[in-house]
């Protein structure tokens, strides 16, 4: 196509309405009417980027292919989409600010006033349009993250506006996604903070085009007409988005209500007949009739908010339904996990992983989640440091380094079996600095890894400083523990697994970011596989 078109998502009313579903279900559709589609998130905050967010602030650090640490809306985009994002579909204050302080200080404006309006908003705008200009795109959803009305998003709002007018009738168009309640004590649906959030968007100079509406009860004609009136759409513009009980529906909601075709009319794209849905829907019905249940455990020191871990238990959603069955997953504490309680914690399990992590809060409980599936041979699937653990917990109950553990936790541990990576030593600053982004790894024949992914080689994303210390590889080896996956270029561990067990498989790398719904990660495939069994 020779034009790209830009569809913005802005929120109102609360945050947490679900824009990334909503854009990923967008994008979804327009995707399987044949559209090549891209969907960036605008994110607010100054950091420059979330990788030095704790999760507990903003949930899991989505890592992408490129190596950039990015927002968990990123996930849901590769997850609905199938295609790999890049270090553009997360675009930030802090990063917008950074760029433009940069090119301040090496005079780029000399003499000029450096202002929000208009060298940021340029800024932004540049972003915006880059992915489609560079990558080519039929069509870019940037998702506006926070709520319209916040005073810090209100320069990508106002770059909304001025794209809208630059780019002309037809190439542009807003989706408002806000809320209506539901009072139960009268039991009505209420449109007025609809209406209110529509206005604040009309004081910013954006009259929306579409308007989302999420609610728990169907909205009735008049409702939908009252909004309409009000808010000046069009009624077929008024849509429902009413809570379900798999985000993976919500593309199929938004079909029904023909979000896809008044997104076409509007931006005048051709119609090329109705999205091809069948693998989507075909993943569905075997996600909502499953045939066993199998209750796994998800250890980890950030499970209060369960978003920290969102593409790991996306994963275990994607494996199960491949296996036919529904993964029950039970979030663990790892500092609940101590040396009286961890078997009747543990019990019942029929597989457990172990999460990835910084620093030795609830490490001792990770590292006896690791023991117990061990010697009860329950399938086990350490990552990141989920691997670290198992190498620990090897270290010291079978091999007998009482003492090992990882200098991470442990600087002057004897048996330093995990080790700070070569190329991280002397690093001090902490945004942007860890191994990041994919790394190839060559699996061993006939390991249980090599079985699983049925290939010589793959590659995975990476967000760690430490590693296998090589140096104990031989021992390991002698007594078990095998490597069945290694980087081909520097030699790091990338895999290891027990081939004496049923399945207890570690890796340093990310295989959670690789999961998506139409191609279910293989390594998660195969553990839940075992769970079951
Ligand atoms: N803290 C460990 C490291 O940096 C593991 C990181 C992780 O689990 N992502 O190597």
Redesign the pocket.
């Known amino acids: 196509m020779a034009t790209t078109k830009y569809i913005f998502v802005t929120g109102g009313v609360t945050s947490s309405l679900g824009k990334g579903i909503i854009s990923a279900s967008l994008g979804k559709l327009l995707q399987a009417r044949g559209f090549k589609v891209t969907i960036q998130k605008l994110d607010p905050y100054i950091n420059v980027d979330p990788g030095t967010l704790n999760p507990y602030e903003h949930g899991e650090c989505y890592v992408t292919l490129d190596g950039a640490e990015t927002d968990l809306d990123l996930g849901h985009y590769e997850r609905f989409l199938g295609i790999p994002t890049s270090q553009a579909n997360n675009v930030t204050t802090g990063g917008i600010y950074q760029t433009v302080i940069n090119k301040e200080r090496k005079g780029d404006y000399l003499g000029k006033t450096v202002q929000v309006i208009p060298h940021i908003t340029d800024e932004i705008k540049r972003r915006i349009k880059l992915l489609g200009t560079r990558y080519k795109f039929d069509v870019v959803i940037t998702e506006i993250g926070g709520t319209v009305g916040d005073i810090e998003s209100l320069p990508f709002i106002e770059s909304v506006r001025q794209l809208i007018w630059e780019m002309g009738e037809s190439n542009s168009l807003v989706i408002h996604l806000t809320l209506v309640p539901f009072l139960s004590a009268t039991g009505e649906l209420k449109t007025k903070p609809t209406q209110h959030s529509v206005k604040v968007l009309l004081e910013n100079g954006i009259q929306p085009n579409i308007l989302i509406l999420r609610t728990v009860k169907d909205l009735t004609l008049e409702i939908r007409k009252k909004v309409a009136l009000f808010c000046n759409v069009n009624l077929e513009s008024v849509i429902q988005s009413i809570d379900v009980s798999t985000i993976y529906e919500v593309p199929i909601l938004m079909q029904k209500e023909k979000l896809d075709t008044a997104v076409i009319k509007k931006l005048k794209l051709p119609d090329s007949g109705p999205p091809e849905l069948a693998p989507w829907k075909q993943f569905l019905r075997k996600l909502k009739n499953p045939r066993h249940t199998v209750k796994v455990g998800l250890i980890g020191k950030y499970v209060e908010l369960q978003d920290s871990y969102k593409s790991i238990h996306e994963s275990l959603i994607h494996a199960g339904a491949a296996n036919d069955c529904k993964v029950e997953v039970r979030f663990i504490h790892s500092e609940d996990i101590g040396e009286n309680n961890f078997t009747e914690l543990l019990n019942g399990l029929k597989g457990i992983v172990v999460?990835?992590?910084?620093?030795d809060r609830g490490i001792d409980g990770k590292i006896l989640a690791v023991k117990y599936a061990r010697e009860n041979n329950i399938p086990f699937f350490g990552?990141?440091?989920?691997l670290?653990c198992a190498i620990v917990e090897f270290a010291r109950n079978v091999i007998g380094l009482e003492k090992a553990h990882?200098t991470?936790m442990v600087t002057k541990t004897p048996d330093p079996v995990?080790d700070l990576m070569e190329d991280q030593k002397g690093i001090t600053e902490k945004g942007g600095t860890?191994r990041l982004g994919g790394y190839p790894c060559v699996l061993k024949k006939g390991t249980l890894a090599h079985k699983a992914y049925s290939l010589n080689k793959v590659m995975e994303r990476h967000?760690?400083?430490?590693?296998f210390n090589n140096a104990y590889l031989d021992v390991f080896e002698k007594a078990g523990m095998i490597a069945s996956g290694i980087n081909p270029d520097t030699g790091l561990v990338e895999i290891m697994e027990i081939p004496a067990k049923k399945w207890f498989l570690g890796v340093?790398f990310?295989p959670e970011y690789n999961s998506t719904v139409l191609k279910p990660h293989p390594l998660f495939v195969s553990f839940v596989k075992s769970s079951v069994s």
Do not use: K, T, V, W
């Open positions: 999460a990835p992590g910084f620093g990552i990141c440091l989920g670290q990882s991470e995990i860890m967000r760690h400083r430490y590693e340093q990310h």
